[in-house]
Antibody, heavy 120, light 110 residues
């Protein structure tokens, strides 16, 4: 059974940092491009960024709202995806999902999401 | 990168067909066949319904179909059922090597 389990969410002050994790099981993690998507309360989906596989160079692409503040990384030995979030703003408050939906391999899996609240 | 444009809401009666449009630009939908559609029920994670414009993942009903013409993609739900009531989002790859979601459409089954 495929599982993607996000963790690390919580309450953080503006300007603070947080690292989210996405632990994967049930498929060969190293073969999947992984992405982060977020959804602010009552709002639509927003693509944050993705990381390619190591065999593809492991390069990352991020959307404009988070570029320079958020960093995506992966540890294939731990089957885990990370999202390092720095200089957090109140508008970063959202549920953060990891997903393989933008990967050719193992396409379409989503985690249950983890809530990040940025507030003073 | 601006969000793709979708109608805020679409409704239909059980058994009918509805179509949700998703309008982008020549820098996203118009240039790539990497359009996907997601269904999201309240409080749940999104579910991939269509990828690469018109391909369905295994397990997704064939009542769902996708197409594209120019800068506009469409999702058609035929034989509308009560369980189809949800929010639907389109997504496209862009010339900036990123992806962009649509504004979302609430589907109501009357």
């Amino acid at each position: 059974e495929v599982e993607l389990i996000e963790s690390g969410g919580g309450l953080v002050k503006p300007g603070g940092s947080l690292r989210l994790s996405c632990a994967v099981s049930g498929f060969t993690f190293s073969e999947a491009r992984m992405s982060w998507v977020r959804q602010a309360p009552g709002k639509g989906l927003e693509w944050i960024g993705r990381i390619k596989t190591k065999s593809e160079g492991g390069t990352t692409d991020c959307g404009t709202p988070v570029k320079g503040r958020f960093t995506i990384s992966r540890d294939d030995s731990r089957n885990t995806l990370y999202l390092q979030m720095n200089s957090l703003k109140t508008e970063d408050t959202a549920v953060y999902y990891c997903t393989t939906s933008f990967s050719v391999a193992y396409r379409g899996y989503w985690g249950q999401g983890t809530l990040v609240t940025v507030s003073s | 990168q601006s969000a793709l444009t979708q109608p805020a809401s679409v409704s239909g009666s059980p058994g009918q067909s509805i179509t949700i449009s998703c309008t982008g630009t020549s820098s996203d939908i118009g240039s790539y066949n990497y359009v996907s559609w997601y269904q999201q029920r309240p409080g749940k994670a999104p579910k991939l319904m269509i990828y690469n414009v018109s391909d369905r993942p295994s397990g997704v009903s064939d009542r769902f179909s996708g197409s594209k013409s120019g800068n506009t993609a469409s999702l058609t739900i035929s034989g509308l059922q009560a369980e189809d009531e949800a929010d639907y989002y389109c997504n496209s790859y862009t010339s900036s090597s990123t992806y962009v979601f649509g504004t979302g459409t609430k589907v109501t089954v009357l």
